[in-house]
């Protein structure tokens, strides 16, 4: 999915980091890629939900009518496609996967894995209209779909549609509510469905490795962890860091309200291909990543934003860097707060220094849970303000995909849903041909001409930053930005 996964944090160490990491890692008798399977404490067939779970739940008795926390996505199938075929991939998947077949039950909340589940394929037939007529009708269905409320006591989670001509044109949606799963999950599932479809059409077995655990042991092994000596670690990490913290926080174009609203727009931008190669270069030479780059600019854009030196911005751990839970469906992202200090006369290499010495930190201890970590800090999570930034940055670096669907060519788009969980979210894609991104905003804190000049100002500082990286804050932050 996204961001601070085992790789990345392994691939800016130094040899000396490394052994050190070594060292301490056999001092705690610790695997770090490793869940300790334990036996799962059953009441009446129910569960116990993870910490993300429970604020997710939170959230939809809040506002269960705002699909704040659906994944939308649409994928566009071009060739001859087996739509029985296709039922029946999704089948095994969930069949494979408990998270599919994973209710809920209010008293608790517990969650419960329901045996005789089926995930019907409604099929729909596209639209008598122009081609790209036909796509702007599809998108707002999909839009549409996703706002049809689930029913969390009644599996499965996840509605799939399937929007044909009859031929070669075809439109594969899925709405799969976030208490089941989450961005990486899709990625999992499409590689999945695309081996099941595969060998269903070709009349063989679909070759999928066993899963070591299902989404539940996971949730279950996380409560035992919660009272680990790493956890307690990890989290006077935080503790240090961000009790005496008081970030600047973005001006609103309106006040913020007691009850939170989650309904937003996205404003997009394109970055030249060129600016993404020349910033990895310049990242690289000193000793940092793509997403640190990233991260430092996003520092920078509240920082000048906001007029305070002291900088906090979330960004996401996808949370999958143990091997065990890789290619298990289910809600493990977590929120990850990246803090700084910036001063005008700093320039953008030596901010880089810094949000890598601060990315670093916060990968070595991005496994508290974001709730446990404001509850800790004794911060008011239902607080009109988020309690520690004002802004999500999410880095998605999309590789080529490894494996296609038997006879199709296909692509796949995530839809704006026209929410927002945060007053603001920048989302940057280095896909394989492109390098863009969008602001998420917040409509009733953000008009949409703030949100455009944002968006703007953060690509004119990519720009910028990329030719040239020794230039100063305040020169980055010139009259044109």
């Not at 130094?14 to 036996?39: F, G, H, S, W, Y």
């Not at 009518?65 to 496609?81: K, M, R, W």
């Not at 949409?448 to 020169?475: C, D, H, P, W, Y």
Request: aromatic residues 8%.
């Amino acid at each position: 999915m996204t961001v601070l996964k085992l790789e990345d944090r392994l691939a800016v160490l130094t040899p000396e980091q490394r052994a050190l990491l070594a060292v301490r890692v056999k001092r705690l008798n610790l695997d770090p890629t490793r869940i300790a399977i334990v036996d799962r404490p059953v009441h009446e067939g129910l569960f116990p939900l993870s910490v993300g779970q429970r604020r997710l739940w939170d959230m939809h008795q809040q506002a269960p009518e705002i699909p704040v926390n659906v994944v939308s996505q649409v994928l566009s199938l071009e060739g001859a496609l087996d739509a029985d075929a296709m039922a029946d991939a999704l089948k095994a998947l969930v069949a494979r996967h408990e998270s599919l077949r994973t209710c809920f039950v209010a008293d608790g909340p517990w969650q419960q894995v329901v045996d005789n589940v089926t995930l019907p394929l409604t099929r729909i037939e596209a639209p008598q209209v122009a081609p790209e007529e036909r796509d702007a009708w599809v998108y707002r269905f999909a839009v549409e779909d996703a706002w049809l409320p689930f029913d969390l006591f009644t599996a499965p989670l996840i509605r799939t549609t399937l929007i044909s001509d009859g031929d070669k044109w075809h439109r594969l949606v899925f709405t799969i509510h976030n208490l089941v799963f989450d961005a990486w999950s899709f990625d999992v599932l499409l590689r999945e469905l695309k081996r099941l479809y595969n060998a269903r059409v070709e009349g063989e077995e679909a070759e999928l490795g066993p899963l070591p655990l299902q989404y539940i042991d996971y949730a279950v092994w996380q409560g035992g962890w919660l009272r680990s000596t790493p956890y307690r670690q990890q989290l006077e990490h935080w503790r240090s860091l961000l009790s005496a913290a008081s970030p600047a926080e973005i001006p609103t174009d309106r006040p913020k309200q007691e009850q939170r609203s989650w309904r937003g727009r996205r404003v997009n931008f394109t970055l030249p291909k060129t600016t993404k190669e020349k910033l990895t270069a310049m990242a690289r030479a000193e000793g940092a990543t793509l997403f640190m780059a990233l991260v430092a600019l996003t520092q920078l854009l509240v920082h000048d934003r906001s007029g305070g030196e002291e900088v906090c911005i979330g960004t996401l751990n996808a949370n999958r860097s143990r091997s065990e839970i890789e290619n298990v469906l289910g809600f493990f992202l977590n929120i990850v707060p990246v803090y700084g200090r910036l001063s005008s006369d700093l320039t953008f290499k030596e901010l880089l220094a810094q949000v890598k010495k601060a990315s670093l930190g916060a990968m070595a201890n991005g496994d508290v849970p974001y709730e446990e970590m404001v509850r800790e800090l004794g911060l008011d999570m239902e607080a009109p303000r988020n309690p520690l930034f004002d802004l999500l940055f999410i880095f998605e670096n999309i590789p080529a995909a490894a494996e296609a669907f038997r006879g199709l060519r296909m692509s796949s788009r995530d839809m704006d849903k026209q929410t927002a969980r945060f007053d603001l979210s920048l989302a940057v894609y280095d896909d394989v041909d492109l390098f863009h991104g969008w602001l998420e905003y917040n409509v009733e804190l953000f008009d949409e001409q703030t949100a455009t000049a944002i968006a703007e100002q953060f690509a004119t500082m990519t720009k910028r930053v990329a030719e040239n990286g020794s230039l100063t804050l305040r020169a980055l932050l010139g009259s044109d930005c």
